[in-house]
């Protein structure tokens, strides 16, 4: 899924002032941020900085401000003025190790001589594990404050040190919590040791409150570590994906390292779309990016292994849609081969020594790293073709969607169609495709691709509040346009 790198606030973590003139502080901030982010989001980030020089001017001591006033500066090139915002905030009690050694917002910084001062100094700000930041349980009380609970519900699950702000029904947030739990544990227990140290928001925007978190219609979620907020469009592959990135950074920050993108994004894309197998195991499945990675690997367009590997985050961005695909599936051959674990408790342990990668994956498969990557090479090649949006019939169903928050919102029927003739209307929601669970296109389409062919589709809908099933015929001819 394509996510939108931006200058985003952190909000409260050390601040001295008393209880109402800190409450003063961060709702400043939260005005700064809806100011900043227009600007951010087209990349204007002189704009940006005149919001925050603003705030400066009142609160000149601000760590928090002082680290988004050096990303801006580093992205305009104004590298002595970013090392001097970074050098005060730190000095005014700036430490989230893991934001700052992985920002790509600070990428022009870490070429230049003077990086190494600023990294050993964040490094030794608080021993592992000693930081509680709070910065999710402000998220989480700012949600309620903006939104309210006439569309929303909120949830603590303490246990798992998470804040839940759902504008779902009853049903759906059932099963999300259910998935996220079966998964979260799963992925703790095989890959991350524990939960994350700090409390995170995960919100479920109400469609009408997409625009304040989206700026596009390509951005599905994002995970906003500087702010321990998780925000998806969707209760399916979005939020599984950015949850991996939430229990991710847990671990990264844990470990005091900042893994590179291909990392990040490989992990987190991997469990976009999955089954679960008799062992309690996921099964992970080829998703709508698998036909991109399979075809850069035969055509010569996949870059070898070290080059990809190195790929520092503004170079993976650059080729953002072909990299994602890249990383998954060799995340997905990791899993295959029943190397995942191994790969990833070698890559951890000697990360130091080679942050690429490369060395893990000789050490998991004991043998040279190019003869892993033909392996792979082999491996997708084999698999063939999946049927995606190109090798759907758009009119297979007989109507034209859009995605909810919670599964795909019908928004035209055709005449004389399958779905017309099994009764389904403008404004149902779609959740789920022969008994597999629907929560956005991309999964409706992957659903009906693993149907044989020429075989009726039950279709698992809701209508204003209650939940039916339809079994969707083949009809013989086109359909016609409804009136």
């Not at 900085?49 to 680290?67: K, N, S, T």
């Not at 650059?318 to 990383?327: H, S």
């Not at 892993?372 to 999946?386: D, H, Q, T």
Request: hydrophobic content about 40%.
């Amino acid at each position: 899924m394509t996510r939108r790198l931006a200058l985003l606030l952190l909000t409260a973590m050390l601040a001295a002032a008393a209880p109402q003139e800190r409450r003063s502080i961060d709702q400043e901030r939260q005005s700064a941020e809806s100011q900043m982010e227009p600007a951010v989001a087209k990349g204007d980030w002189r704009a940006a900085l005149l919001v925050i020089d603003g705030f400066l001017v009142r609160h000149p001591d601000d760590a928090l401000m002082l680290y988004n006033a050096a990303c801006a500066r580093a992205q305009l090139g104004e590298l002595d003025g970013a090392f001097d915002s970074l050098r005060r905030s730190l000095d005014n009690g700036f430490g989230d190790l893991g934001t700052a050694l992985g920002d790509p917002d600070l990428a022009p910084l870490r070429d230049d001589p003077r990086w190494p001062e600023f990294r050993d100094r964040l490094r030794k700000k608080l021993p592992a594990g000693e930081r509680r930041d709070r910065s999710g349980e402000g998220a989480f009380e700012a949600w309620k404050k903006k939104y309210g609970d006439r569309r929303y519900t909120y949830f603590e699950d303490e246990a798992r040190q998470l804040r839940l702000a759902l504008a779902i029904d009853e049903t759906s947030r059932t099963q999300m919590l259910e998935m996220l739990h079966k998964q979260g544990d799963w992925t703790v227990r095989v890959l991350f040791g524990s939960v994350q140290n700090d409390p995170v928001l995960i919100a479920i925007p109400h469609p009408l409150d997409f625009k304040d978190h989206f700026p596009d219609a390509n951005t599905a979620g994002v995970y906003e570590h500087r702010n321990r907020r998780l925000v998806s469009r969707d209760t399916g592959a979005s939020l599984r994906h950015e949850f991996v990135h939430l229990l991710h950074w847990g671990h990264m920050d844990r470990l005091r390292q900042v893994h590179p993108m291909w990392v990040q994004e490989g992990l987190a894309s991997l469990f976009e779309d999955y089954e679960w197998a008799n062992d309690g195991a996921p099964r992970f499945r080829p998703n709508i990016r698998h036909n991109l990675a399979r075809n850069a690997s035969m055509h010569g367009n996949a870059p070898p292994w070290p080059r990809f590997f190195a790929l520092n985050g503004p170079q993976f961005m650059q080729k953002a849609e072909l990299n994602y695909a890249l990383a998954r599936s060799i995340f997905e051959f990791l899993a295959d081969r029943a190397k995942l674990d191994v790969w990833y408790r070698a890559y951890t342990a000697g990360f130091e020594q080679d942050p690429t990668g490369l060395k893990a994956m000789e050490q998991a498969f004991e043998r040279p790293v190019a003869e892993v990557e033909k392996e792979w090479r082999r491996w997708v090649a084999s698999r063939g073709a999946i049927k995606d949006h190109n090798s759907i019939d758009p009119i297979i169903l007989g109507i034209e969607v859009s995605n909810s928050n919670d599964g795909v919102k019908i928004t035209r029927v055709l005449r004389r169609t399958p779905a017309a003739n099994a009764g389904l209307r403008i404004a149902d929601v779609i959740v789920s495709i022969n008994n597999e669970s629907v929560r956005s296109l991309e999964e409706m389409v992957m659903a009906l691709g693993r149907r044989p062919r020429g075989e009726p589709v039950d279709v698992g809908y809701r209508r204003r509040g209650e939940y039916r099933t339809a079994t969707l015929v083949a009809s013989r001819g086109r359909p016609a346009l409804a009136p």
